[in-house]
Nanobody, 123 residues
């Protein structure tokens, strides 16, 4: 059984920062591909950032590159998303997702999803 849990969302003013955290746990699997997705009001769900189990390479959506940093923490399947210089368009429900497939990023066909955490950026 795989469990994905995320935390760290909240309210922040434009220009501020938040850090999201995610942990994927499993009894028999070593390293997941892990990613953050988000869905803003009136928009489709989109890939934000992730790290591949193939080679630990990170990948970012163009609009967040240079502002967001996705990294593994002390645990192999624990990751953080440091979000700086937030703007109103970053407001969304952010979901952490884990996947076991041997597939390069970006893609959205992930096997396991967290419940989501709300990030709200105010003007």
């Amino acid at each position: 059984q795989v469990q994905v849990e995320e935390s760290g969302g909240g309210l922040v003013q434009a220009g501020g920062s938040l850090t999201l955290y995610c942990a994927a746990t499993a009894r028999t699997f070593n390293t997941f591909t892990l990613a953050w997705f988000r869905q803003a009001p009136g928009k489709e769900r989109e890939f934000v950032a992730g790290i591949s189990r193939i080679d630990d390479k990170t990948y970012y959506k163009d609009s967040v590159k240079g502002r967001f940093t996705f990294s593994r923490t002390s645990g192999r399947n624990r990751v953080s998303l440091q979000m700086n210089s937030l703007n109103i368009e970053d407001t969304a429900v952010y979901h952490c997702a884990a996947d076991t497939k041997w597939r390069p990023l970006p893609y959205d066909d992930f096997d396991y999803w967290g419940q989501g955490t709300q990030v709200t950026v105010t003007s």
